[in-house]
C-alpha cells in the first residue's frame, strides 16, 4: 500500500519514493516482496500516483487507484477485484522499507491450512499503535486501535505491525463486511481479525525480533533514523566479512558493494550504484564510487571521484581526481591529483599525474602525461577522439586538439599545441619561438 500523502514529510515528492541506502522505500518494499519467489505484486497508490506508476514500470507490478483515503481496509478493497481466489495476500506498506523476505517467508508459511498471520512486535512505549487483544488460552483474538483502546488496552505492549498474510477467499469475504464505527470513520484492515475469530478462522501471530524492521517512516527524522540502523547493518556485515573500516559509522552504502580480502575503507566513503571491490584495495577519505570494479591491489586516495568506470590491477588514483562516466583503467596504471578523465581508456603503466584533462582518449602502455595537459576533443558541436600509442612523452601545458594521432615512442615538447599527426619516435614542437629584448625597462608608475 502507497497511497499516502505523508503530510509530516513536509515534501513534494509521494513520501514512500523518499530514499534509503540510495533506494526509494517502496523499492526496497518491491524487492522483499519479490524474493518470495512467485508473485504478483499490487500497488495502491493515491497522492501522486503517476509519479509512482513511473518509477514502478516492471512487468510484475499492477497499480490501482485509492482516490479518497478511507483507511487501510479500504485500500486492500482497492486490489482485490485483480486478485485470484486461490491467491495468498501479504499485505505490505511503501513506508516500511526495512522488512526482510526471510520475516516475510515465515509469515507466509504460517497461513497454511487457511489461516490468518499477523507479525507483531513488542513495543516498550506502545502509543499510537494498535494492541494485539489474547484470550484467556493466549490465542490473539481482535486488534484494537490506540485511539479506540480502553486504558487497560493500552497497557499492552504486543502490537500489531499491520503486515497480515491471509487467503484471498476468505480476505475478501472480511473486508466487504468492514464498517467505520471507529474513531477514526475509516474502514480498518485490523478488523478482519475479529470476523476471522468469530468464523472460527485460526488466527496465528509471528513476532518480530527486531521492531526497525517494522517500522514505518511519517516523518524525516524517523527516515534518518532508519537511514542510520540501515547502515549499521550493512557496515556491521562487512566487519564479520573481513573489511577494515576506519569508522562504521562514515561509511554510506547506497547500493551493492561486494569486497575481496583485506580491503580497507577509510572515513566518509561513499557506494553508490553496483561496486565492486578486488583484494586488498585501499580506499582513502572522502572518497564517492558510483557503479565502478576496482581491481586487486589499487589504492585510491583522499577525495576522489569515480563514477561508472572500471578500474584494474594496481592501479592509483588520486589524491584529489575524477574519472567520469566510461574511463578505463589498466594494469598499473596512474592518475594523479587535480585529473580529470572521461570515457577514455589509459593503457597498462601509463601516468596522468597532475592538473591534467583527458577526454574521448586512448592511451597506449607506458604514456607519460606532464602537467596541465589537456585533450580537445570538443569544437563547440561535434566530440573527437584522440589516439595516443605507447610510449609516448607529453610535455607540460601541452593541448592536444582532436582528431589527433600521436605515433609510437613519439615525444611532445612542454607548451606545444598539437594539431597534426605526430609519427612514431618523432619530437614534436609547437609553440612560438621564444625573443629576449635587450634592454628593456619596466614601466613604472607615474
Request: with cysteine.
Amino acid at each position: 500500500m502507497a497511497a499516502g500523502k505523508g503530510t509530516r514529510m513536509y515534501s513534494d515528492t509521494p513520501k514512500v519514493l523518499h530514499r534509503i541506502g540510495g533506494r526509494s522505500m517502496l523499492g526496497h518494499v518491491v524487492d522483499s516482496a519479490r524474493a518470495l519467489g512467485s508473485t504478483r505484486i499490487h500497488l495502491v497508490v493515491g497522492f501522486e500516483g503517476d509519479r509512482i506508476r513511473a518509477a514502478f514500470t516492471e512487468d510484475d507490478l499492477h497499480c490501482v487507484n485509492q482516490d479518497q483515503q478511507l483507511g487501510t481496509g479500504h485500500a486492500v478493497m482497492q486490489a482485490m477485484p485483480a486478485i485470484n481466489d486461490d491467491s495468498v495476500v501479504l499485505v505490505l506498506y511503501g513506508d516500511v522499507p526495512l522488512i526482510r523476505s526471510e520475516t516475510l517467508n515465515e509469515l507466509v508459511q504460517r497461513t497454511a491450512g487457511d489461516a490468518l498471520a499477523v507479525l507483531t512486535l513488542i513495543s516498550p512505549d506502545p502509543t499510537g499503535l494498535g494492541r494485539i487483544i489474547r484470550d484467556a488460552q493466549g490465542e490473539p483474538v481482535a486488534i484494537v486501535e490506540d485511539k479506540d483502546a480502553n486504558a487497560e488496552q493500552k497497557q499492552i505492549k504486543e502490537t500489531n505491525s499491520g503486515i497480515l498474510a491471509v487467503s484471498a477467499r476468505m480476505l475478501r469475504q472480511w473486508i466487504s463486511r468492514l464498517q467505520t464505527n471507529n474513531a477514526q470513520g475509516e474502514y480498518y484492515l485490523t478488523d478482519v481479525i475479529a470476523l476471522a475469530v468469530a468464523e472460527g478462522t485460526r488466527v496465528t501471530t509471528l513476532t518480530v525480533e527486531d521492531p526497525m524492521e517494522v517500522q514505518g517512516v511519517n516523518n524525516r527524522l524517523q527516515l534518518a533514523e532508519l537511514e542510520r540502523h540501515y547502515q549499521n547493518a550493512r557496515t556491521r556485515q562487512l566487519l564479520l566479512q573481513g573489511v577494515t573500516l576506519a569508522d562504521p559509522a562514515r561509511v554510506d552504502i547506497r547500493g551493492s558493494l561486494t569486497c575481496g580480502r583485506d580491503v580497507e575503507i577509510d572515513i566518509n566513503v561513499i557506494f553508490e550504484g553496483e561496486v565492486v571491490l578486488g583484494d586488498r584495495v585501499r580506499i582513502g577519505p572522502n572518497v564517492v564510487l558510483r557503479n565502478t570494479q576496482v581491481g586487486d591491489d589499487t589504492e585510491i586516495l583522499a577525495n576522489s571521484h569515480i563514477e561508472e568506470s572500471s578500474v584494474r590491477a594496481k592501479c592509483s588514483i588520486g589524491p584529489f581526481a575524477r574519472l567520469r562516466p566510461g574511463t578505463e583503467l589498466d594494469n598499473g596504471a596512474k592518475v594523479g591529483n587535480f585529473v580529470e578523465i572521461k570515457k577514455s581508456v589509459v593503457g597498462p603503466g601509463s601516468k596522468v599525474n597532475h592538473l591534467s584533462y583527458i577526454g574521448d582518449a586512448t592511451l597506449g602502455k607506458n604514456v607519460n602525461v606532464g602537467a596541465g595537459t589537456i585533450t580537445c576533443n570538443y569544437d563547440g558541436v561535434n566530440k573527437f577522439r584522440t589516439e595516443i600509442a605507447d610510449g609516448v612523452f607529453i610535455g607540460s601545458n601541452s593541448s592536444i586538439v582532436a582528431p589527433a594521432k600521436l605515433g609510437e615512442n613519439a615525444t611532445i615538447g612542454a607548451g606545444s599545441v598539437i594539431t597534426r599527426e605526430v609519427p612514431d619516435a618523432n619530437l614534436a614542437v609547437a609553440r612560438g619561438r621564444q625573443s629576449n629584448i635587450e634592454g628593456w625597462k619596466r614601466p613604472t608608475k607615474k
